[in-house]
């Protein structure tokens, strides 16, 4: 049974940045799509970025792109979420996710139904 565990939240200031990880049991994530969501209070779970296992493709949403940057290290079964001049609005839990079907798509948001294995998430406040 796949698992993924995430880590690295936390309190930051706005411009500040942080790196979060998930760690991969259960399976092997060579042959798996990735992908970050983010849930705020009061908001619906919204895909931010994801890294396609076939042929590199990545996404980022509008409201990330230039900022954070998604990355796997397949030997060690992890995955990164590098997150940079953090803002206010970027206070959430982030979540992982991973598919087999490899559902990521250069200009498609990755949507939650199209992954199969969830973390719990990491919560992550941006505050002065």
């Known amino acids: 049974q796949g698992q993924l565990v995430e880590s690295g939240g936390g309190l930051v200031e706005p411009g500040q940045s942080l790196r979060l990880s998930c760690a991969a049991t259960g399976f092997s994530l060579r042959y798996y799509a990735i992908a970050w969501f983010r849930q705020a209070p009061g908001k619906e779970r919204e895909g931010i970025s994801c890294?396609?296992?076939?042929?590199?493709?990545?996404y980022y949403s509008k409201s990330v792109k230039g900022r954070f940057a998604i990355s796997r290290e397949n030997s060690r079964n992890m995955i990164y979420l590098q997150m940079n001049n953090l803002k206010f609005e970027d206070t959430a839990v982030y979540i992982c996710a991973t598919d087999r079907g490899d559902p990521c798509r250069v200009g498609v948001a990755p949507r939650v139904h199209e992954y199969h294995y969830w973390g719990v998430g990491t919560q992550v406040n941006v505050s002065s």
């Open positions: 890294h396609s296992s076939r042929d590199g493709s990545t």
